[in-house]
């Protein structure tokens, strides 16, 4: 067994990281499997009750057990729901106090004269999600929320899939075994009469369990990865000196990393894309091609204590000519930063911050005053 | 001739659907009096400010155009248009670095 955990481990076995790692992921799986198995014995109780419903009970057993059957069920969702948000909001909670704790009324000032100035600049795309006071420096950047759309995506995809097999699961037993063997036992050995009429074999219901089954393999699979990627490697926090970035100019940016376990590699790179859409036959396409992409700043094997982030700053150039950011009805031209980090035996995590770059000219950048 | 269109429009070209802006339009029609004979006899002139952005840019899939057009109403129904392309900022172009 320890030469196994070894081999895992690489000769370090149970070292603080991996401890580490372990605790993120049972806290992280332990939460995924309390969910889905509410919602296996939700469905299961309700699916049980219709299928062994008969004109005289329409209870196959008492009342109160269903009830408690339910209870436990919704208990295991709504814990593993909490458990999960918990999570999450662990994750992402210290970038967001640390801004709500250094806001001041000169900097939401700041960010106001920033959005008036953009009225200005037709075809230049205003933030999605405008920066934050920060804490280093006075503009805090918003990550794109992606990643938790992904979660919330895959953790629906899962629950309705894992309740529509058991589903399956429940009728293709009860057809093809219940009624006709474990029943039709039952009934010899308690002297009653057998079975007058055996209901008819779900086929159909037997040959989509297969491929269904597969999906939902799939679908778990993908919750459970989406989930560990957003609670093992923790909240990434960038902050710029100036906003919005200007065609050659140069700006400080601090970063702040937490993490549950010891990185591999932290990747920071500057990119600009451009995004067309048009149309291809019937369907409306979208394509993204990166025109420039340049790395800021990247370090491995990064040991992160859970109570102290990983701080660093770096410059952030934006070469001399190059176009700003412009967005039209079917074109666009994006920058953004993206942070990536990954950890052994643990998903690696994008994290990307869109910024605007405006063309130099009529509106200053706003720069730290202090 | 009954009427002619002068506008400073930016428009996008490349894979990507077509996109226009006008920041400048003027029509002139030869029933209120604004065509005459006479102004095909020298030069005319628009004057505009051009707005902060966007940048004439030549990039991989994306290219941002500036130019002067003007669109003559024939007697006939026909259309003639005439772009006049101008370049506006300095931005270098980009080459591609991946498809993401």
Not at chain 1, 11 to 17: A, D, E, N, Q, Y
Not at chain 1, 97 to 108: D, H, I, P
Request: aromatic residues 10%; positive net charge.
């Amino acid at each position: 067994m320890r030469r196994w955990l070894y081999f895992i481990f690489q000769g370090r076995p149970f070292s603080g990281s991996n401890r580490r790692w372990w605790a993120g992921v049972a806290e992280a799986v332990l939460g995924a499997a309390l969910l889905l198995a509410g919602v296996i014995c939700f469905v299961v109780s309700i699916t049980l009750a219709v299928l062994r419903s008969t004109p005289e009970a329409t209870l196959y057993i008492s009342v109160w057990f269903f009830v408690a059957q339910i209870l436990v069920a919704v208990s295991l969702v709504g814990v593993g729901s909490y458990w999960i948000v918990r999570l999450l909001w662990q994750v992402g909670v210290s970038a967001e106090r640390r801004g709500a704790l250094t806001t001041r009324a000169n900097e939401l000032e700041l960010l106001n004269e920033i959005r008036q100035r953009r009225e200005d600049l037709p075809t230049v795309p205003r933030d999605a999600f405008p920066p934050k006071a920060g804490q280093k420096f006075d503009f805090r950047l918003v990550p794109s929320p992606r990643n938790v759309w992904g979660l919330v995506t895959s953790t629906l995809a899962s629950v309705i899939l894992v309740a529509l097999v058991t589903v399956l699961v429940l009728i293709v037993t009860n057809g093809f075994f219940s009624d006709s063997v474990l029943l039709g036992e039952i009934e010899k050995r308690i002297g009653s009469e057998p079975l007058d009429q055996m209901p008819d074999q779900p086929w159909l219901a037997a040959a989509l369990l297969i491929p269904i089954c597969l999906v939902t393999g799939w679908s778990v699979y993908q919750f459970f990865r989406q989930l560990l990627k957003l609670t093992g490697i923790g909240a990434t926090s960038i902050e710029l000196s100036g906003y919005p970035l200007l065609a050659g100019e140069s700006f400080q940016v601090f970063l702040s990393q937490t993490a549950r376990v010891r990185l591999k590699l932290l990747d920071v790179a500057l990119i600009c894309f451009e995004e067309v859409t048009f149309n291809q036959g019937t369907d409306i396409r979208t394509e993204r091609v990166v025109v420039y992409e340049e790395r800021l700043f990247r370090q491995r094997g990064i040991e992160i204590r859970h109570s102290e982030p990983f701080e660093t700053e770096f410059a952030l150039t934006i070469p001399n000519q190059s176009m700003h950011s412009f967005k039209s009805p079917n074109n666009r031209v994006q920058w953004k930063i993206v942070v990536t980090a990954q950890a052994k035996n643990w998903p690696r995590l994008k994290r990307n911050f869109a910024v605007t770059v405006h063309p130099p000219g009529l509106v200053e950048t706003q720069t730290m005053k202090s | 001739m009954h009427a002619i269109e002068t506008s400073v429009v930016w428009i996008t070209e490349g894979k990507g659907e077509e996109d226009i802006g006008v920041h400048f339009f003027e029509r002139r029609q030869k029933r209120s009096g604004a065509l005459t004979s006479e102004t095909f006899l020298r030069p005319q002139r628009i004057s505009t400010v051009l707005p902060a952005s966007p940048f004439s840019y030549e990039g991989v899939a994306l290219t941002v155009r500036w130019c002067v057009r003007v669109r003559l109403f024939m007697a006939d129904g026909d259309q003639v248009t005439e772009d006049k392309f101008f370049r506006f900022g300095d931005i270098e172009p980009f080459t591609q670095k991946s498809s993401e």
